[in-house]
């Protein structure tokens, strides 16, 4: 075993086996990287701050359902406060959600599909802002195909704004009338839409059971419907001798002498401190936990953090800021049925145009709106500063009538670029139940990202009239995010722009690898996680190709 | 350590703010009438318990009179506060089996898809992809 250079660790209470991985965090990544290299006979002990849970702890078949969100199942951890939940600080226009559990933010995901343009991959080629990556769309071609099959995707192929890809393994959910209504919108203005790619299976598929339209995606799916890693990946992990340890919340990441990494400090539930060993280690904690983990392990050969010689671990945080349109029409749409994820998407305006006051674009999904409490709510957001008479008293099964069943809502992702104050520190004062430093965001949402919401949401306006809508209600960014939180340790040839290479190993510490959203060198605006499953897949393929030439402790 | 259920005296009152709140009209019944603060309450706060203290202790700095000025005035003045009272109280009133009965909601309830071996928006699709530049070239 390597000499560490804090000597603590030789006085562990507990020390745990030798592993040739070790994986940290359970989410979207961290699960296809156990899966894989577990099946390809590599020694794998995954470490998960959370706990396993399933249909037993979702609420969404019981009538509280919508209470759910409340808190149990609240997206946002300072919300939420789970033994597992780290706080997240700081003064940012959108902070982060997500979930620390086996299966990551993928317990709580809409499991909308959507694999990035090409032109996301050029950014700085065609457009002149940003960074281009350092791998292309076509090096993800394979691996998304592969983890659409894993995550029983269902959805429709062909869509013309996207490079041709293989069949999707199960039939698109159908659009259902909030969809037909919004096609038909769209098809009138002669702009782009498409039946919605979902990781939620439209019949019996591999693990997944068929989707029973509950609409509770969003609080876990208590038909085992929403492809989830607890159901997609770990099965076969485990089985194949992955070792998952919950209740694992990591402290640090020591590296020896030479600079090499030799595993990670954890504390357990009871607060007893272990070291697991390992030969690599890979980061899947999501661009949050992963940096602030990386931003811990500072030593003193590693002063500012570890592999973070460039100085951007942290930094270029990119989030999609977010806003909606929900669109009330005259007639019942059934919209509190599921599932919640995306009945139509549109790429229409997710690509730079000349004409436009801003660069690059957005995406759009058509969404149901669940039941009566949330459509309530919606039309109280809108409408709250025209006092309490609108909303309240006489006003109020009117303002009910209005919006249940009969709304459905676009939401609009933008693409943020990376910038460089926008980003994870550990903040100095406030600690989680560990007595680790909280994670502070910093993060603006930039004039470029606000003129692009701002046209975004006039044109989605302009299709909701053509969808009939009798009345519109448009939220501003919401001050919570959607879940996606990228760039961190961005991906690059240059070790002095970026944090670890095209093969997402740390350009500082050769057995060090970054697997998550954190390594996106620009966002582009589709949801992130077919790109975070592919991208890991496409990693952990190359680890284990070229093995045999791995740098160890 | 307080009570693990809201006394009488805090029933009654959260039931007069509920009224005003929700009241009869258009065919619905009014907040009380579907019991509002009894059972439901129980199970709104059963499902939300981080709201237990916070009514609670609203409920309990409620004057006796001017209840429709108050409730206004939470609402400009202590808009948590108001977000707890009032999300609790439509929760609780959208739980009634009478309520969802009447606005024709049976609850996010299984119902299976039914795929279609050929979707019904084809036309329209068909559309999409001939009007479309297709997607810009850089593999």
Redesign the interface.
Known sequence: MAIFSKVYYFNMVTQGHQSEVVIIGAGASGSVAAARLAAAGFEVVCLEQGDWVGPADY??????????W??RWNPDPNARRGMADYPLTGDADVRPVMYNGVGGGLVQWAAMWQPL???D??VR??DGVADDWPI???DLADAYARVAGDMSVSG?G?D????EMNPYPN?????GKI??VA??GM?RL?W????GANAIA??RHRSLQ???????CMTGCP?NAKATPSLTHWPSAQSAGARLVTGARVMEIPVDKRGRVGGAVYRDRDGVEHFQPAQVVMLAANAVGTARLLLLSASSRFPDGLANSSGLVGRRLMQHPYRTVTVVCEDPLDS???PWGQNIYSLEFA?THPDRDFIRGAKWMVMPHG???FA??EY?EAHRHEG?EAV???N???A??EV??HSFTWGIQAEDLPEYDNRVLLDPSVHDSSGLPAARIEYRVSENTRRMLDFNVARAVEAAGESGAVTTMVRDVWPTGIGHVLGTTRMGNDPESSVVDRWCRSHDVPNLYVIDGGVFVTGGSANPTATIMANALRVVDHMIETRVSQEVP | MGSSEPTPAQRLTLARLAD????E????PAATTVGVAGDLLD??L??????FEPLLALLDDVPDDGLDAF??RL?VERPDDFAVL??TV??AY??SEDVREL???P??????????AE?D?LD??E???E?????????
Do not use: K
């Open positions: 609420m969404g078949a019981q009538p509280e359902a919508e209470l759910a409340i808190e343009l090409a032109s991959f050029r080629t065609l292309s769309w076509g429709l062909g013309p704004a996207l490079p039939p698109p959910i159908p659009i969809g037909r096609a038909e098809d002669g782009h839409w498409w039946p439209s019949r068929a989707c029973q339209r509950r609409g509770t038909e509190w049925q599921g690509e039941g009566p409490m309530v709510a109280q309490f309240w008293g006489a109020f099964h009117r009910a009538a249940f069943g | 005003i709140l929700v009241p009209g258009l065919g619905m199970r709104s059963a499902a939300a318990p981080s709201f409730v206004r609402e009032s999300t439509v929760a959208y739980l606005i024709g909601y609850g996010q309830q299984p119902n299976p898809l039914s795929v279609a979707p928006y329209l699709l559309r999409v992809y009007r479309h530049p297709g997607y810009r070239e850089c593999l």
